[in-house]
């Protein structure tokens, strides 16, 4: 019981901090969090994610069936469940539409640009998943391919989705997305993305370790489709 009231606060620190950010406004967005294999807490549909209350926050298992709280789960809740079932690893998630990554995603460009040393250390890459209609089993299954080797995800037209070991790490990835958008998006206006090196990057990735970074890591993927293209130019 203690530990569904701790994580129900801290979903409720995670809206207000989204909120507060820009990252949703009015009724956008979702939260959920792991209770235990079987069960998650997620946010209840249409309510504003900077005005929530721990006693709002729904136990769900991962069929959608409500076993404790008042109301629907969130719209989005068959994307949360289906992360939970293929990443036993995940134990947050957060959807959101922090305004400049949701317009590189309106705008059909991914963050797959090999050029900031801490999102390649952490993140590596954040791919553009194809538009799914969101509320629907449709979206999950835009999002499926790229579960296993990326922790963030842009959804054409619609926002980001950031997987967590703790909804505080999921949370920092989502500002970790909107951040490197920014970036991107100041370097391409000056002019010029300039990426880093094969082998700068080949060293951030194997300086995962010292962090205590384990998995796969997307950026080992662009650097040798990046080495084919040269080998064939």
């Given at each position: 019981?203690?530990k569904?009231?701790?994580?129900?606060?801290?979903?409720v620190?995670?809206g207000?901090?989204?909120?507060q950010s820009g990252?949703?406004a009015?009724?956008?967005?979702n939260?959920?969090?792991?209770?235990?294999?079987?069960?998650?807490?997620?946010t209840?549909?249409?309510v504003?994610?900077?005005f929530?209350s721990?006693?709002s926050?729904?136990?769900?298992?991962?069929e959608g069936?409500?076993?404790e709280?008042?109301g629907?789960?969130?719209?989005?809740?068959?994307?949360?469940?289906?992360i939970?079932k293929?990443?036993?690893?995940?134990q947050a998630?957060?959807h959101?539409h922090?305004?400049?990554a949701?317009?590189?995603?309106?705008?059909?460009?991914?963050l797959?640009?090999l050029?900031?040393?801490?999102?390649?250390v952490?993140?590596g890459t954040?791919?553009?998943?194809?538009?799914?209609?969101?509320?629907t089993?449709?979206?999950?299954?835009?999002l499926?391919?790229?579960?296993?080797?990326h922790?963030?995800?842009?959804?054409?037209?619609h926002?980001?989705?950031?997987?967590?070991?703790?909804l505080?790490?999921?949370?920092?990835?989502?500002?970790s997305v909107?951040?490197?958008a920014k970036?991107?998006?100041t370097?391409?206006?000056?002019?010029?993305?300039?990426e880093?090196?094969?082998e700068?990057?080949?060293?951030?990735?194997?300086?995962?370790?010292?962090?205590?970074?384990?998995?796969?890591?997307?950026?080992?993927?662009i650097?040798?489709q990046r080495?084919k293209?040269?080998?064939?130019?």
């Amino acid at each position: 019981m203690m530990k569904k009231v701790k994580l129900a606060e801290e979903m409720v620190e995670v809206g207000r901090r989204l909120y507060q950010s820009g990252f949703v406004a009015a009724n956008d967005g979702n939260i959920s969090v792991r209770v235990n294999e079987k069960h998650v807490l997620i946010t209840p549909s249409g309510v504003s994610k900077g005005f929530m209350s721990a006693s709002s926050m729904l136990l769900v298992n991962l069929e959608g069936e409500v076993i404790e709280g008042e109301g629907r789960p969130s719209t989005e809740s068959a994307m949360h469940f289906d992360i939970y079932k293929h990443r036993p690893d995940v134990q947050a998630v957060v959807h959101a539409h922090p305004p400049t990554a949701t317009g590189f995603a309106v705008a059909g460009i991914p963050l797959d640009q090999l050029a900031m040393p801490e999102l390649i250390v952490t993140m590596g890459t954040i791919p553009l998943a194809p538009y799914g209609m969101p509320g629907t089993d449709e979206l999950p299954s835009t999002l499926r391919p790229y579960y296993q080797e990326h922790d963030a995800i842009l959804l054409s037209n619609h926002g980001a989705v950031t997987m967590g070991r703790t909804l505080t790490e999921a949370l920092f990835k989502m500002e970790s997305v909107e951040m490197c958008a920014k970036i991107l998006f100041t370097a391409r206006m000056l002019g010029r993305v300039r990426e880093l090196s094969d082998e700068q990057v080949d060293k951030l990735v194997d300086s995962r370790s010292f962090y205590g970074l384990k998995g796969a890591h997307p950026g080992k993927k662009i650097i040798e489709q990046r080495r084919k293209k040269g080998e064939q130019s």
